[in-house]
């Protein structure tokens, strides 16, 4: 198929990939460390037994307290004589020194061979110090502060013990219903390719094998992200331009920052769930892209290929993942208990154990756990890196710089320092629990800064706080309970009367923490509960309102977009969360932060996203009144689109010149001037955006294509240059093909998708 491409549209420009190279080095271009590694693996392999190598393929959770009884029966016993017996590679949810050394102890002293265990953990946005959710971390578009915040979850980790993290979650989506979106980068494939890369370059350093340093996993390969109807673990159905162009790029970035694990994903793709599927493991990550990490499933994932209606029984789930490139059995017992056997009745050849565990081996290498399998496990290290207090400087600053503000009129923010009297109204100003967000399992609950203590460091006004409503009832500090309070309004009186008084009402609502995550997709995604009749009753009586929203995901809000002065997206930002919005929302921290993701104006409208495709009818109005590609009920625009954010700065742009150099040094040279017009210094994101006009598959309206993160004083004028190259000028086509075509661009630059000079240029 691809020889049919080449000779049929000979005028293309070919390369290999956006990057004009293979997404990795091939063996013989890694150095002599590389091969040493290979010849203790090879070494190793050759005096394994079949079960032994099964059992580096077998991952357990942490199934009994390690420091109390040894189990005696059940399932934990017979997880335990595995454990003895060399059948486990891996466990996860095992941390603290103590534990871990615990359970190292009986890997590596007793078994035959003394491999030692890799411990894996969801390190998502924090150990015990708590940065923001990882999608309001993408807010942010600053890669070194994203990739510091790794750093430090990497460093806290690693002095628990644990060695690898099941981060960062690189699936693009689209939809906000999904719970999902709060672990990942937003909607644009570019954006996310960059905070991807920045993720894995923080957990895992410039050495692997350092006590700060953890391995990451790039999760969840492939589509997890676009599942149908916004439910979690549901059916992907995509066709292959929007897999190789928008699904695909943030995992091979991944891997160009060395990558050294991955995960793959519960959803199916082409009817062949992701766990099995030869294609996305064999073909494509460890074939096309040489990667040469291992591929752990996803919990369970492997036996819910019979539910999925793949495999009729366990035996044939580990046939067929086996073969198919998965190489660790998170949570199954299918490999350890079938893969034997399947071996034997030559179902799975033994060379693909070989491949496999020769992956994982490798890994436990890098890690330096051969060369000392306890040096991970510091009770001193541990007690002086877990929570120490410098770190809380690191989540302030990334938590600072991932709020947007999306809405300021009539000069409400920043706030004046003393003389006014402020009403807080909202249940999750007072939360020191709920901004932890979700996946924040080793951290301890209720530790976050709230709203109402960040306020209390300005005492130059008067602060009256009113709870309002209950945004939860029931249990909301266990993370598989939340139950949404739709009945009982008798707060409402107290902050109505708060309100009436002041001179500034600051409400917060939004999503408790627990409200997005895993499991956790949302049919609705307005403000959950009595909210918006609270935020209507008080803005009866005060309309000078700020909101600030904590949330996991892109709310409906159109209501507060059209009648309030000031919106500002806090989401659910980590242990200093109270300080970095008292500070935004006081004028001393000038926002920057711009949307990874468009914000609908209804849920009727999702999926949204800014770089979609323009359809053979396209926007019209005044044209054709009813047949053209819209809602009757609806605008097509989002309510806040991607790139978004404001700031107490005021930025021009002008003077947009484009240099086209392609024919003879195979670039387009941008520089557009950004002046600061305010008395504020500020930071802005400048975005570049492109459009590909006519093309042998059609490409998006626009497409993210650079951007950069600049600080300009008041006044100042600085100009930002860009340059783009075939590695943003292509696209995949169909067969999976790299390539650039020849043509008419159009050209985008601005602070946000919609607020943009345009231009336009040919190659």
């Not at 050759?46 to 942490?62: D, P, R, S």
């Not at 692997?208 to 997890?224: D, Q, R």
């Not at 990558?259 to 793959?264: A, L, S």
């Not at 008292?582 to 993701?597: E, F, I």
């Amino acid at each position: 198929m691809r020889l049919l491409s080449l000779l049929i549209v000979p005028v293309l420009l070919f390369s290999c990939s956006p990057k004009d190279g293979d997404s990795s080095q091939s063996a013989a271009d890694k150095g002599a460390d590389y091969d040493a590694i290979t010849q203790k693996v090879d070494s190793l392999l050759a005096i394994m037994t079949l079960e032994e190598k099964v059992g580096q393929m077998n991952q357990y959770n942490g199934f009994w307290n390690v420091t109390g009884p040894t189990p005696q029966d059940g399932d934990a016993a017979d997880k335990y004589e595995h454990l003895r017996s060399g059948l486990v590679g891996s466990m996860l949810n095992v941390r603290g020194v103590e534990n871990v050394r615990a359970v190292q102890k009986i890997a590596v002293e007793e078994t035959r061979l003394g491999i030692p265990l890799i411990i894996g953990f969801d390190v998502i946005h924090g150990y015990e110090t708590m940065s923001p959710i990882p999608l309001a971390e993408s807010a942010s578009w600053d890669m070194e502060a994203i990739k510091r915040s790794a750093e430090v979850a990497a460093a806290e980790a690693a002095a628990a013990g644990i060695n690898w993290t099941f981060a960062p979650m690189v699936d693009i989506s689209r939809d906000a219903r999904w719970g999902r979106v709060m672990e990942g980068g937003g909607e644009d494939p570019y954006l996310g390719s960059m905070i991807a890369a920045a993720r894995v370059k923080g957990f895992q350093g410039d050495d692997l094998s350092a006590v700060n340093t953890i391995a990451a996993c790039a999760k969840h390969f492939a589509g997890y992200g676009f599942s149908e109807s916004g439910k979690d673990y549901n059916t992907v159905d995509v066709g292959t331009s929007t897999l190789y162009n928008q699904i695909f790029p943030p995992f091979q970035a991944s891997i160009d920052a060395g990558v050294r694990t991955f995960m793959n994903s519960f959803n199916e793709l082409n009817g062949v769930p992701a766990t099995g599927n030869a294609f996305l493991q064999r073909d494509i990550l460890k074939g096309e892209w040489k990667f040469d990490g291992f591929v752990v499933s996803d919990w369970g994932s492997i036996a819910e290929m019979i539910p999925h209606g793949y495999a009729k029984d366990n035996r044939e789930a580990a046939m067929h993942a086996a073969n198919a490139g998965s190489d660790m059995d998170m949570e199954s017992y299918a490999y350890v208990a079938e893969l034997v056997s399947l071996v034997e009745d030559g179902k799975v050849k033994e060379s693909l154990i070989d491949d496999a565990v020769g992956r994982i081996l490798r890994v436990k290498y890098e890690l330096g756990l051969f060369d000392d399998p306890y040096r991970y496990c510091d009770e001193t290290r541990e007690k002086e890196v877990i929570g120490n207090p410098a770190f809380q400087e690191d989540v302030l600053d990334m938590a600072k710089k991932s709020i947007v503000l999306l809405k300021n009129e009539g000069g409400i923010l920043p706030l004046k320092p003393s003389g006014q009297r402020i009403a807080v109204i909202g249940q999750l100003a007072a939360e020191n629990n709920s901004p932890l967000g979700s996946w924040r399992i080793a951290s301890k609950d209720s530790t976050a800064v709230s709203l109402l203590d960040g306020l209390a460091a300005y005492p130059g006004n008067q602060i009256t706080y009113a709870k309002g409503v209950d945004v939860t009832v029931g249990n909301t500090a266990f993370v598989f309970e939340t139950e949404i309070n739709e009945t009982d309004n008798s707060d409402f009186s107290s902050a109505i009367s708060a309100a009436r008084g002041a001179d500034v009402v600051i409400m917060a609502l939004g999503e408790h923490g627990f409200q997005s995550g895993e499991g956790r997709s949302r049919a609705e995604i307005g403000l959950p509960g009595l909210q918006q009749e609270l935020l209507e009753a008080v803005y009866a009586v005060n309309k000078n309102i700020v909101l600030v929203l904590h949330n996991g995901r892109p709310l409906t809000i159109p209501w507060a977009a059209e009648n309030l002065p000031a919106i500002v997206e806090a989401w659910q930002l980590g242990s200093q969360s109270g300080n970095a919005i008292a500070q935004v929302l006081y004028g001393d921290y000038n926002p920057s932060g711009k949307l990874p993701m468009s914000f609908p104006r209804s849920v009727g409208q999702v999926p949204i996203y800014y770089n979609h495709k323009n359809t053979g009818r396209p926007v019209s109005p005044g044209e054709n009144l009813v047949f053209w590609s819209h809602y009757n009920d609806e605008s097509n625009d989002p309510l806040y689109a991607f790139g978004h954010g404001l700031s107490y700065s005021s930025f021009d742009y002008a003077n947009l010149q484009v240099e086209n150099n392609y024919a003879s040094q195979g670039s387009i040279k941008v520089s557009v001037d950004v002046t600061n017009s305010s008395d504020v210094d500020g930071k802005e994101v400048v975005q570049l955006y492109i459009h590909d006009m006519h093309a042998s598959v059609t490409r998006p309206v626009m497409e993210l294509k650079g951007f950069d993160l600049s600080s300009i004083g008041a006044g100042e004028t600085k100009t930002v240059e860009f340059e783009l190259t075939d590695a943003e000028l292509g696209f995949y086509n169909n067969d999976g093909v790299w390539i650039v075509e020849p043509g008419m661009f159009k050209l985008f630059v601005g602070t946000s998708s919609t607020e943009t000079m345009s231009s336009q240029f040919e190659i």
